[in-house]
Nanobody, 123 residues
Framework: QVQLVESGGGLVQPGGSLRLSCAAS????????MGWFRQAPGKEREFVAA????????YYRGSVKGRISISRDNTKNTVYLQMNSLKPEDTAVYYC????????????????WGQGTQVTVSS
């Protein structure tokens, strides 16, 4: 009952910034914990960041901590991923996901997924 649509990806130079957005729809969208995952070609999907339903708690992958910030605006049913100081290794398709059961770090903990948005970090 939750639909997710990511946007904001694109091509950016190393050291640049992007802000990804995830628009959620559904009557209970604001009650879900939200996560961001990414998947590069030939690699498995990996956790990037997550935020509790209230926005009071956030979680990050160690390699992105300090460069990436997750936030949500429940009045707009939107989750954001602000990415700064981007590196070529950040290149991947970024997916937004929603979960009622927590777990945060694991793909199996999420009930709904968006289609993804491409982020390419290159000169």
């Amino acid at each position: 009952q939750v639909q997710l649509v990511e946007s904001g990806g694109g091509l950016v130079q190393p050291g640049g910034s992007l802000r990804l957005s995830c628009a959620a729809s559904g009557r209970t969208a604001s009650l879900y914990a939200m996560g961001w995952f990414r998947q590069a070609p030939g690699k498995e999907r990996e956790f990037v960041a997550a935020i509790s339903w209230s926005g009071g708690s956030t979680y990050y992958r160690g390699s992105v901590k300090g460069r990436i910030s997750i936030s949500r605006d429940n009045t707009k049913n939107t989750v954001y991923l602000q990415m700064n100081s981007l590196k070529p290794e950040d290149t991947a398709v970024y997916y937004c996901a929603a979960s009622l059961g927590g777990g945060y770090y694991y793909t199996a903990s999420y009930d709904y997924w968006g289609q993804g948005t491409q982020v390419t970090v290159s000169s």
